[in-house]
T-cell receptor, first 113, second 113 residues
């Protein structure tokens, strides 16, 4: 039981490049989330999903897109990376509603030059 | 608009003493509160939670206190151990039907041997 895994662990992009961050969970959780963590800002919700095929915007969705084609996977896309998207990205999942315990992945560190 | 606030970015405590981490919230609709612990280069992990129907919840060395009238919660760690050195995030959720947690900005706890 791996829990929540994220790939890649670290990536460097040039401004304007695109990439996809992959999150996978093996706990059969309905809810999945993408957060970014920046110094002094805590964890801010980017997008989330309440089930396969559904997505919704969080607190800071601009510049990101997501897809949840399979229940166990939640993809975060950056179509045209900007230096402001330099951050650590965390994926999380929860069994039921988001207010319950969320289980986090180890994070992806992204540097946009 | 920071609905969950952790006003102390850092805290240092001697090993064996009590660590007290504080969190304030502004949204009176929040009814479920959680504390997460985060080590460097890892994702946050759930530590302890409390429902608004309680004012205290205890789990081993960790106790969370909730003061609804003051919109304040605190995490007590007794006795503090070197392994407790980490960043602690408090989080809050409104009643059932809302899928999101709102996180504070975190407090870095350092336990001094």
């Amino acid at each position: 039981n791996a829990g929540v895994t994220q790939t890649p662990k670290f990536r460097v992009l040039k401004t304007g490049q695109s990439m996809t961050l992959l999150c996978a969970q093996d706990m059969n959780h309905e809810y999945m989330y993408w957060y970014r963590q920046d110094p002094g800002m805590g964890l801010r919700l980017i997008h989330y999903s309440v089930g396969e095929g559904t997505t919704a915007k969080g607190e800071v969705p601009d510049g990101y897109n997501v897809s949840r084609l399979k229940k166990q996977n939640f993809l975060l896309g950056l179509e045209s990376a900007a230096p402001s998207q330099t951050s650590v990205y965390f994926c999380a999942s929860s069994k039921n509603r988001g207010g319950e315990t969320q289980y986090f992945g180890p994070g992806t560190r992204l540097l946009v030059l | 608009d920071q609905q969950v606030k952790q006003n102390s970015p850092s805290l240092s405590v001697q090993e064996g003493r009590i660590s007290i981490l504080n969190c304030d919230y502004t949204n009176s609709m929040f009814d479920y509160f959680l504390w997460y612990k985060k080590y460097p280069a890892e994702g946050p992990t759930f530590l302890i939670s409390i429902s608004s129907i309680k004012d205290k919840n205890e789990d081993g060395r960790f106790t969370v206190f909730l003061n609804k009238s003051a919109k304040h919660l605190s995490l007590h760690i007794v006795p503090s151990q070197p392994g407790d050195s980490a960043v602690y995030f408090c989080a809050a959720s409104p009643p059932f039907g809302n899928e999101k947690l709102t996180f504070g900005t975190g407090t870095r706890l350092t336990i001094i041997p």
